[in-house]
């Protein structure tokens, strides 16, 4: 393993991972294969542009267009691919679900067809705790476990998933699968709700708390996760899916008191909002798996909640033109006519 392409290197999680990578692994190049969607960003990698020079090559690419990927891999030299590409949103797959069928399953099989048709390129899938759908009682979803996705988002990913797993059996493609938690941290676009609510409370604007706000997610650091791929693409087995998150699990108000309290900010900024429809309720993994290869998370969630608050604070270089762009007309759509359930008291 030396060449990689990363696809959906210039989103979030794929240009901390790539940063990741160069750093740990001075032998290794690194291909950025990225359509550059409203999520995709040059501007995430260009450090990384400057430190690693000719370590590092990008190519605006759809997974989707077979010819490009192709020719990206055997332009690059290719021996490994790490799939980090697709529409990523659960609220925006609720509206327009169309780009979440095409990217997540039908780019993931363009992606493995051509790793096969070029001798079994090694394989990995970045996929997410949300294709377990949400989780009863104290359960803790299991690698094994049924996968039982309920947004558009989540069965796009679990169709990726289950075309790995015939891709490994039938072909014998050397292929793994990482599942994450909810990731957080640098450069993650502002609609997923942790930025979301750091630059609407820097800005003194409400903070929209979906329902009760007692539903519950493992709020992760982004370079956990990173961790954790590094680890699986290692010494993962083939053929096998491995969990990474913390194993604990926090509700969305706590998150929000935490982020609020680390910014200095009133508790009155919280406004309960209109239930997102088909809303998850939990999600907790079981990571047994990948600690039992020698991985173990370095952050908390308040840890993980508290750096990236600080990071949004000292950089809103990045996040302010994004907020004033395509940003604004989808907040207008989510959020404009939602109902106000109450208001926090101060
Ligand atoms: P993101 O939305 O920030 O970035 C996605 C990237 O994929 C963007 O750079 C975008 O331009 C690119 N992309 C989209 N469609 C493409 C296409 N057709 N061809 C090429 N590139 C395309 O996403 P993220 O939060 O960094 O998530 C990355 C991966 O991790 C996804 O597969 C996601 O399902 C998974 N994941 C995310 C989380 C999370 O909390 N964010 C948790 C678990 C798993
Ligand atoms: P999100 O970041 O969209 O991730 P996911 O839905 O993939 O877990 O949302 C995390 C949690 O925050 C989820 O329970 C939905 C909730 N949420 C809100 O309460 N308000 C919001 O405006 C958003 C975007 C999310």
């Excluded at 030299?77 to 529409?87: K, L, S, W």
């Excluded at 679900?97 to 048709?117: C, H, K, N, S």
């Excluded at 000292?314 to 004033?324: K, T, V």
């Amino acid at each position: 393993m030396q060449n990689l392409l990363v696809t959906g290197g210039a989103g979030f999680i794929g240009s901390n991972f790539v940063r990741y990578m160069l750093e740990k692994y001075p032998d290794y190049r690194v291909v950025v294969f990225d359509k550059l969607t409203y999520a995709g960003r040059r501007e995430n990698l260009q450090d990384v542009a400057a430190a690693f020079g000719d370590r590092y090559a990008f190519v605006q690419g759809d997974i989707c267009d077979q010819a490009a990927v192709r020719a990206a891999l055997i332009a690059h030299d290719v021996d490994t691919i790490v799939n980090f590409a697709a529409e990523t949103h659960v609220d925006r797959s609720i509206m327009d679900p169309d780009a979440f069928i095409q990217t997540d399953v039908y780019g993931t099989y363009v992606l493995l067809e051509a790793a096969r048709d070029l001798g079994n390129l090694r394989y990995h899938q970045i996929s997410t705790d949300e294709v377990y759908g949400h989780i009863h009682g104290d359960h803790r979803s299991l690698e094994t476990d049924n996968l039982a996705p309920r947004s558009p988002y989540a069965a796009s990913k679990a169709a990726g998933d289950h075309l790995v797993n015939a891709y490994h059996i039938t072909y014998d493609l050397p292929a793994t699968i990482s599942r994450g938690a909810n990731n957080i941290g640098p450069f993650q676009y502002p609609e997923k709700v942790v930025p979301l609510f750091v630059t609407n409370a820097l800005n003194d604007m409400p903070l929209p708390v979906y329902g009760d706000g007692r539903q519950m997610r493992d709020y992760q650091y982004v370079l956990d996760h990173c961790e954790g791929v590094d680890l699986v693409l290692h010494a993962g087995a083939l053929g096998e899916a491995y969990n990474i998150g913390t194993g604990r699990e926090m509700t969305n108000l706590r998150m929000v008191e935490i982020l609020l309290d680390e910014l200095g900010k009133p508790r009155s900024l919280i406004q309960h909002v209109e239930d997102r429809q088909g809303h998850d309720r939990r999600y907790c993994m079981n990571v047994d798996k990948l600690m039992a290869l020698g991985w173990e998370p370095d952050y908390t969630h308040e840890e993980a909640i508290r750096k990236t608050v600080r990071w949004y604070v000292n950089n809103p270089w990045w996040w302010e033109p994004i907020r004033s762009g395509e940003f604004k007309e989808y907040y207008q759509r989510l959020y404009g006519d939602r109902q106000i359930i109450s208001e926090a008291a101060e």
